[in-house]
């Protein structure tokens, strides 16, 4: 129950693309979500967060979209740039608990 | 602001040594800090969880006389991988909350170890 399912494993969009990534959430008592970027050898950065009291939060080019009846975030990263090729986590958690990480999805953007 | 650094960026050591890494938070006083590990195209585990003045609490599975964690003051962590095995290689991060009812982690950039 205190899992985090996360997909697709691996991705890849041209540059200007869409990128969507998708998490999926049992434990009801999770309400934080954020989302974390990771380039190689560096630790995570968090990217963008939302809460379960709104469906939707955007910075810029990151929008995460929350379906909290299906029990599903998702990712999307908007005119998706070379740059953004990284690793993705999702994560969820509830107030004094650990972060529960998503196994992560490797974003290549292709020039 | 809420920058975390680590200490060493890579360390290598020998087989049966032991080696720290330090989790200091720069600009802010962490109450909570944790502990993770990373292999190779996989997501972070979290080892361990340490409180300011207080034992860390470890994971389950996670070797507490082999991962020694020191949280001596709010603002530095470390982690002693005590007589080191290659199969502790791996990217060691860090992260520093307010306190441990924050639910945003900043995260320290990683450690690699190689054990050799």
């Known amino acids: 129950q205190q899992q985090v399912k996360q997909s697709p494993q691996s991705l890849i969009v041209q540059k200007g693309g869409i990128s969507i990534i998708n998490c999926a959430y049992e434990n009801t008592a999770f309400d934080y979500f954020p989302w974390y970027q990771q380039f190689p050898g560096k630790g995570p950065a968090l990217l963008i967060a939302i809460r379960p009291d709104v469906s939707e939060k955007k910075e810029g080019r990151f929008t995460i979209s929350f379906n909290k009846s299906a029990k599903q975030f998702s990712l999307h990263i908007m005119d998706s740039q070379p740059g953004d090729s990284a690793t993705y986590f999702c994560?969820?958690?509830?107030?004094?608990?650990?972060?529960?990480f998503g196994e992560g999805t490797q974003l290549t953007v292709n020039p | 602001g809420a920058v975390v650094s680590q200490h060493p960026s890579w360390v290598i050591c020998k087989s049966g040594t032991s080696v720290k890494i330090e989790c200091r938070s720069l600009?802010?006083?962490?109450?909570?800090m944790f502990w993770y590990r990373q292999f190779p195209k996989q997501s972070l585990m979290l080892m361990a969880t340490s409180n300011e003045g207080s034992k860390a609490t470890y994971e389950q599975g996670v070797e507490k006389d082999k991962f020694l964690i020191n949280h001596a003051s709010l603002t530095l962590s470390t982690l002693t991988v005590t007589s080191a095995h290659p199969e502790d290689s791996s990217f060691y991060i860090c992260?520093?909350?307010?306190?441990?009812?924050?639910?945003?982690?900043?995260f320290g950039p990683g450690t690699r170890l190689t054990v050799t």
């Open positions: 992260s520093a909350a307010w306190d441990s009812y924050s639910y945003e982690q900043y």
């Open positions: 994560a969820a958690e509830t107030s004094g608990s650990r972060l529960t």
């Open positions: 600009d802010f006083q962490a109450t909570t």
